[in-house]
Structure formats: C-alpha cells, structure tokens
C-alpha cells in the first residue's frame, strides 16, 4: 500500500503486508499500534538491558526478559500513581524542551522516590549533620536518578 499526504508535507511512504485482503486502514492501523509496541520494547532494552543479558542457560535466558518487562510495567504504574499524587515532569535541556514524559523520567521519578524513603526511614538526629544547599542537594539527587 502507498500512502501520500494529500498538502505533500511528508513524503510518499510504502506499508507492506502480507494479507494481500487487508483493507488500507487496516494495515495503517496495524502500523501505528506496532509503533507503541516498537517503543516500549526500545526503552525496556535502553534502561533495563532486554536482550542484553549473557546468562549460561536456556532457562535463565527465557526466565530474564519476562522480568525485566514486568519491571518495566511495575515501575510504568509506580510512576502513573507519583504522577497522579505528586505531578511528573519531564527533564528539559536548554536545547531540548520535551513536551513528554519518557520511561527514563518514569525511572528517575521512580528511583527518587524508592530513595527518599529509604532515606528519611533510616536517618538519625544530628548523627554527622552535613547540611547541603537544597538546590544542589536536587542536582545531584536528579543526576544518579538518571544516570544509565
């Protein structure tokens, strides 16, 4: 199938698919819910290391992917439930200004959270008191949550 934009801002582009009977927004629609698919798969395989293991083993090999994407659905939700409790922003650069949130700001957000309660559940009173500028004490905290 060959679709073109009807204003030519994007270039003509070719869908292939096997079922030669598939309808032309069937086989559009496919593409798009792929894509979704497409992305979840690259951020599980960039943060969490999907395909990256190097197990001895059949068994530990089809045991790990499982787990690492159910990781990655557990810390989608945790950060689901921050956004809705807490608000979840994306981290912007000066020449990058993201509009989304990404699994690696769902991550941070996540790991930031599991950090300051441990944290603050084990802190004592005045036991080697440092006292840190809150806005650097943040850089640093927003550094090793995004750290790869």
Request: charged fraction near 25%; hydrophobic fraction near 45%; proline fraction near 5%.
């Amino acid at each position: 199938m060959l679709a073109r934009d009807p204003v030519g801002k994007f270039k003509p582009q070719a869908f292939l698919c096997t079922d030669q009977d598939a309808a032309p927004a069937d086989i559009l629609a496919w593409f798009v819910r792929r894509w979704a698919i497409e992305v979840t798969f690259g951020e599980a395989r960039r943060h969490l290391g999907v395909e990256t293991q190097r197990q001895w083993s059949d068994l530990a090999i089809a045991r790990t992917t499982p787990v690492l994407l159910g990781l990655y659905s557990l810390v989608t939700l945790w950060a689901d439930d921050l956004r809705r409790s807490r608000g979840l922003l994306p981290l912007t650069a000066a020449w990058y200004a993201k509009k989304r949130v990404t699994f690696s700001d769902a991550l941070a957000t996540v790991r930031r959270a599991l950090w300051a309660e441990a944290a603050l559940r084990t802190s004592r009173r005045h036991r080697d008191l440092v006292e840190v500028p809150r806005p650097v004490l943040n850089r640093l905290t927003t550094l090793a949550c995004y750290a790869a």
